[in-house]
């Protein structure tokens, strides 16, 4: 079974610049979330969908990022533009049940200088 | 506002001995509490789950305490080998959200 992948792995952009980041869900995952680590910190909540439909977005930053997954596969999430302090680590986890822990992908981390 | 607490950045064991890393959180609706561990480079793995309606939880050379009282939970890790040297972190949910609530980490290291 393939694991949950994310491209790119590393992705650097100057500020203001538009980033779009890319995650693929073990197949059949029906919970899709998108996670950010920044600066060694806690690994903070961004959003949670199931299938298609966003279920929760409450630790979206503010408007500038954007996230889709048409036909409830893979999910993107775009920064634009893109800020300093948007910098970090970004995970991708997918999970099936609701009670599972979740299968995270090796993450995007972002640069923008 | 911090609701997953790990207050140790970092834990150095010996090889054999037990590595014992800790966690407290302030949320009283959290009900179900996880381990991950995190290499370098790589994503977190899940490693081992406990429900609000235990006190304990053991698989293998891992094991979780959980004392909802003092809402303080620790993961117990023996005999420590070199290739649990990782970042360990702690984690929360509520049953009515689904989303997790992650620790800061704790970089354990364990010396060969």
């Known amino acids: 079974e393939a694991g949950v992948t994310q491209f790119p792995s590393h992705s650097v952009i100057e500020k203001g610049q538009t980033v779009t980041l890319r995650c693929d869900p073990i197949?059949?995952?029906?919970?899709l979330y998108w996670y950010r680590r920044v600066m060694g910190k806690e690994i903070k909540f961004l959003l949670h969908?199931?299938?298609?439909?966003?279920?929760?977005e409450s630790g979206m930053p503010n408007n500038r990022f954007l996230a889709e997954r048409t036909g409830g596969t893979y999910s993107t999430l775009k920064v634009q533009p893109a800020e300093l302090e948007d910098s970090g680590v970004y995970f991708c986890?997918?999970?099936?049940?609701?009670?599972?822990?979740?299968?995270f992908g090796s993450g995007t981390r972002l640069t923008v200088v | 506002d911090q609701q997953v607490k790990q207050n140790s950045p970092s834990l150095s064991v010996q090889e054999g001995r037990i590595s014992i890393l800790n966690c407290d959180y302030t949320?009283?609706?959290?009900?179900?509490f996880l381990w991950y561990k995190k290499y370098p480079a790589e994503g977190p793995t899940f490693l081992i789950s406990?429900?609000?309606?235990?006190d304990k939880n053991e698989d293998g050379r891992f094991t979780v305490f959980l004392n909802k009282s003092a809402k303080h939970l620790s993961l117990h890790i023996v005999p420590s080998q070199p290739g649990d040297s990782a970042v360990y972190f702690c984690a929360a949910r509520e049953t009515s959200y689904d989303k997790v609530i992650f620790g800061p980490g704790t970089s354990l290291s364990v010396i060969p």
């Open positions: 197949s059949g995952h029906d919970n």
């Open positions: 969908f199931v299938k298609e439909s966003k279920q929760d």
């Open positions: 949320n009283s609706m959290f009900d179900y």
């Open positions: 986890a997918s999970s099936q049940v609701r009670q599972q822990g979740y299968t």
């Open positions: 406990i429900s609000s309606i235990k």
